[in-house]
């Protein structure tokens, strides 16, 4: 099985900052990973996937990027409505599995 | 607008089986694959199953293998979940979700979720 690992485990951020969350795979996925975020009660919500394609009606400022092993999802310009848990997931092979996710507070 | 909406969920005691199903609408329900995830409280998200548009394909993790079933009706645009021989940690919100085409196995679309509790 891939297990998937993301650090940091939490982050806190003011508005405006620049977040980084890195993602990285117990071996090579190539590009077959996607990001989520989700609110507390609330669905996942897809944001990116193929590690970089922007999911349609998901605001410019998140992009992802990397393949291989390590990825990486940034939020360019932290908005309010931006807390929440990011999960990476990846789909380069079964079982599909799920990073333990980062969570995002507004300082 | 596509819409998922999940049933089914309840208490249960442990031994005993639940049927979740899940009501597609706003696309073409038998041209994607669909899975399902579960979040036990306060934890993060596990794959549960997929099953490809035509239900060619089929795949548990070993978490469930050989307890739970998936299966759809593309004639009634809905996926099911038979989960048989539960366990407490089988507790969880379970999610549907539909792939985001071509069997990617990204998904772009869930439904709210529904509670299941495993207790005696």
Same mark, same amino acid.
């Given at each position: 099985?891939?297990?998937?690992?993301q650090s940091p485990s939490s982050v806190s951020a003011s508005v405006g900052d620049r977040v980084t969350i890195t993602?990285?795979?117990?071996?090579?996925?190539?590009?077959?990973?996607?990001?989520?975020?989700?609110?507390p009660g609330k669905a996942p919500k897809l944001l990116i996937y193929a590690a970089s394609s922007l999911q349609s009606g998901v605001p410019s400022r998140f992009s992802g990027s990397g393949s291989g092993t390590d990825f990486?999802?940034?939020?360019?310009?932290?908005?309010?409505e931006d807390f929440g848990n990011y999960y990476c997931q990846q789909a380069n092979s079964f079982p599909l599995t799920f990073g333990p996710g980062t969570k995002v507070d507004i300082k | 607008e596509v819409q998922l909406v999940e049933s089914g969920g309840g208490l249960v005691k442990p031994g005993g089986s639940l049927r979740l199903s899940c009501a597609a609408s706003g696309f073409t329900f038998s041209s994607y694959s669909m899975i399902w995830v579960r979040q036990a409280p306060g934890k993060g998200l596990e794959w549960v199953s997929s099953i490809s548009s035509s239900s060619s394909y089929i795949y548990y993790p070993d978490s469930v293998k050989g307890r739970f079933t998936i #299966?759809?009706?593309?004639?009634?645009? #809905?996926?099911?979940?038979?989960m048989n021989s539960l366990r407490a940690e089988d507790t969880a919100v379970y999610y549907c979700a539909r792939d985001e085409g071509g069997g990617s196995y990204f998904f772009d679309y869930w439904g709210q979720g529904t509670l299941v509790t495993v207790s005696s």
């Amino acid at each position: 099985d891939i297990q998937m690992t993301q650090s940091p485990s939490s982050v806190s951020a003011s508005v405006g900052d620049r977040v980084t969350i890195t993602c990285r795979a117990s071996q090579g996925i190539r590009s077959w990973l996607a990001w989520y975020q989700q609110k507390p009660g609330k669905a996942p919500k897809l944001l990116i996937y193929a590690a970089s394609s922007l999911q349609s009606g998901v605001p410019s400022r998140f992009s992802g990027s990397g393949s291989g092993t390590d990825f990486t999802l940034t939020i360019s310009s932290l908005q309010p409505e931006d807390f929440g848990n990011y999960y990476c997931q990846q789909a380069n092979s079964f079982p599909l599995t799920f990073g333990p996710g980062t969570k995002v507070d507004i300082k | 607008e596509v819409q998922l909406v999940e049933s089914g969920g309840g208490l249960v005691k442990p031994g005993g089986s639940l049927r979740l199903s899940c009501a597609a609408s706003g696309f073409t329900f038998s041209s994607y694959s669909m899975i399902w995830v579960r979040q036990a409280p306060g934890k993060g998200l596990e794959w549960v199953s997929s099953i490809s548009s035509s239900s060619s394909y089929i795949y548990y993790p070993d978490s469930v293998k050989g307890r739970f079933t998936i #299966s759809r009706d593309n004639a009634k645009n #809905s996926l099911y979940l038979q989960m048989n021989s539960l366990r407490a940690e089988d507790t969880a919100v379970y999610y549907c979700a539909r792939d985001e085409g071509g069997g990617s196995y990204f998904f772009d679309y869930w439904g709210q979720g529904t509670l299941v509790t495993v207790s005696s």
